[in-house]
Structures are given as C-alpha cells and as structure tokens.
C-alpha cells in the first residue's frame, strides 16, 4: 500500500484529503509545518509528498529545494493557493513533479498521485482494480467494464463511478459525493450530483444507482 505525506497547515483541506486518500487504499501522514514536513519526506518513508507553499516554519519551497538537494527523489506534487505563472515555473524548476492551484477538485489529484507513484505498483496490482459483479474499473488504465464490455466514461463519470464501487451497497448523500468528486470546495445546493448520475446511469444501467428519496445515492 502506497504512503502520502500530506505537508499542509489548512486542516480542513488534511481532513479533506485523508478521508479521500484513504478511501482510495492509500495510508497518510499528516505534517503541518515545513521543518516537520522535510524531516519526515528526509526518511525515505513515503512514496509521494503532497507539499502545500505556505508553510510556517519554513515554505515548501524551501523544503522542496532541500529534499532534492539532499538527493531525495520521492515525487512530489505542490499544492497552493497560488496560481500566478511565476510561482507555478518556480515549483517545477525547484524539482516538483506536478503542480495543483488551490481550490483543487480531489479527482484531478488522485488522477496525478497515480501518475507518479504507478510506475513503483505493478499493472497486476489486483488492488488496482475494483470489481462487483459484472462491473470492474481499472485505475490504473482508467478503464471501465459493464459486463466484459468496455464503457466510455468522462473523467468526472469515472471519479463517480468509483466512489459509487468503493462505498456499493452504502448510501452516499449528494454533499458528500460533491466532497469525493468535486473537492473540498464546492457548493452543496447545486444539482450537479444528479446530473452526473443521470449520464453515470445511462451508460451502465439505469437499474444500477438507485435513489433514495431524501437521502442520496446507493449501488445495487
């Protein structure tokens, strides 16, 4: 099982983060300032970093330039509010591998985080890929199947059809499908949950999610 550390001081967003991660079969640390980040990513322990800029105690800039000066080569994706041209070319000049602007939808990340950390997981990785019944979905290859049948889906049809797998037989309210799907930052009175389903169901079956009146969602 692949290891994150997460290097960032807004503690709704590692809330956000570590339930996300987690759900998706990875394990998380959490380090919310830079001096506690660069010992921890120094360890050699993790498998990728997530490393917000505006650290106290010391940026992740710095932290950044410290690890790869040090050697340390562990893919790293840098998260920030900012998104001015200048800080998105320091961040990868500096050694990161990947760069996310703040607000963030959490689908957009775990499609990066499995980009860089995949070459390390085997394409065999039964984990790799999630099965009930007839329908699998491969994370991997970004691959969906209704039985044998491969099945085109948007990348944010996918996001949906995951959370759906890895929660089947629960109930999913809309905020906190918005939350798996959308990110951290969203608005809970939109209707773009539905939509979603709406086009989800049509392309897997319309007799697969199920509503359930006043509540939300559930897989059959």
Request: charged share 30%.
């Amino acid at each position: 099982m692949s290891r994150i550390l997460i290097a960032e001081d807004d503690t709704r967003i590692i809330a956000f983060l570590e339930k996300g991660l987690r759900a998706a079969g990875y394990t998380t640390t959490d380090a919310t300032d830079g001096e506690t980040a660069l010992m921890l990513a120094r360890s050699g322990a993790f498998d990728l970093v997530i490393l917000d800029i505006g650290l106290p105690r010391m940026d992740g800039f710095t932290v950044l330039e410290r690890l790869r000066g040090e050697g340390v080569r562990t893919p790293v994706i840098v998260l920030t509010a900012r998104d001015s041209v200048t800080d998105t070319v320091a961040g990868l000049e500096g050694g990161a591998n990947d760069y996310v602007s703040k607000p963030f939808q959490f689908a957009e990340l775990l499609a990066r985080i499995r980009l860089r950390i995949g070459d390390s997981n085997s394409a065999a990785d039964p984990a790799a890929v999630i099965r009930d019944g007839d329908m699998a979905l491969d994370l991997r290859a970004r691959r969906a199947e209704i039985a044998g049948e491969s099945v085109d889906l948007t990348s944010r049809e996918f996001a949906l059809f995951e959370v759906f797998l890895r929660h089947r037989g629960q109930v999913l309210s809309r905020e906190q499908i918005l939350g798996h799907v959308w990110g951290y930052d969203f608005d809970p009175a939109s209707n773009v949950v539905d939509v979603y389903v709406r086009a989800l169901r049509n392309k897997i079956g319309g007799d697969r999610v199920e509503t359930i009146r006043g509540a939300g969602y559930r897989l059959r």
